[in-house]
């Protein structure tokens, strides 16, 4: 399994547009960046290859990088900075098939799988697989299994893509706050890379409208606000699962300076083989 990180931000990015703080400057200067999120997972046995999240920098991430053109491609929830590369399927691919939950979400009664749907429905090239949660998938020769996390207000799903062979584990978080499900956790548990959400240092709780939650026993917030983990969340997530590689994405620009270039932060481009 090879797994290449084509975009670690948030959902400005960073550098933001129009943004000179030292953080952003910092990564002008270095030539470093961290686009919208996504993820490219190559089946190095079949061939294959399987997207995760379609970030509105999708053309740029494959230019940049220089991967496989997607077999098939799992959408976590219907967040812009998730979805909305979807479009650039148009006249690029003759068919794709597009994983996603089958769960209506109570906020807005229908299913991502749905809004995906119905969103994009002009695609004649999209075909959309709705996808029970918690139940795994064959898809481009992995198993695959979305699980419930915690954004509220919408439905979110973290993802488990295990190679049947070789025994290959990738975990991602999807954007959460530390409240997984444990039913979540389990599937999540032990992989060989831990992809987690940290948008920010647990520092920065003071400067959320509502703070921080899911304190630890330090009094440390694992969790931003409602809808994702700091830092300091998803390394304890990490620590929970017992992973045995963490990076941090779904980076936000808002990290200072001297923080946000450091390990485990991952950038784009990293790729890893499990
Ligand atoms: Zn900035
Ligand atoms: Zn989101
Ligand atoms: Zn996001």
Redesign the pocket.
């Known amino acids: 399994m090879r797994v290449t990180l084509l975009g670690t931000g948030d959902t400005t990015g960073?550098?933001?547009v129009g943004?000179?703080?030292d953080?952003?400057e910092t990564a002008r200067e270095r030539d470093i960046e961290r686009t919208r999120f996504s993820v490219h997972v190559e089946n190095d046995r079949t061939g294959e290859s399987l997207l995760v999240d379609f970030s509105p920098d999708f053309r740029y991430q494959f230019l940049r990088e220089s991967v496989a053109l997607p077999d098939a491609a799992i959408v976590s929830h219907i967040h812009f900075d998730h979805l909305d590369g979807l479009g650039n399927v148009f006249r690029v691919f003759d068919s794709l098939d597009v994983y996603a939950a089958d769960e209506t979400d109570p906020e807005i009664g229908e299913s991502v799988a749905e809004t995906v749907a119905g969103d994009y429905d002009y695609l004649d090239a999209v075909t959309v697989q709705p996808t029970t949660p918690l139940e795994s998938t064959r898809i481009c020769g992995f198993d695959v299994t979305l699980v419930p996390v915690d954004h509220p207000p919408l439905v979110c799903y973290g993802l488990a893509i295990e190679d049947p062979e070789t025994g290959a584990k990738l975990s991602l978080s999807g954007d959460t706050s530390y409240a997984i499900p444990q039913a979540s956790r389990e599937v999540l548990a032990d992989p060989d890379l831990l992809l987690a959400d940290a948008i920010v240092p647990a520092e920065l709780c003071d400067a959320h409208p509502i703070g921080g939650r899911h304190e630890d026993e330090e009094g440390v917030a694992r969790t931003f606000g409602t809808k994702h983990m700091t830092r300091e969340g998803a390394l304890a997530l990490a620590d929970d699962l017992g992973a045995t590689q963490t990076r941090l994405v779904h980076i936000a620009?808002?990290y200072p300076a001297d923080d946000a270039f450091v390990e485990p932060l991952a950038l784009d481009g990293e790729t890893y083989e499990l």
């Open positions: 960073t550098p933001t943004c000179e703080c953080t952003c620009h808002f």
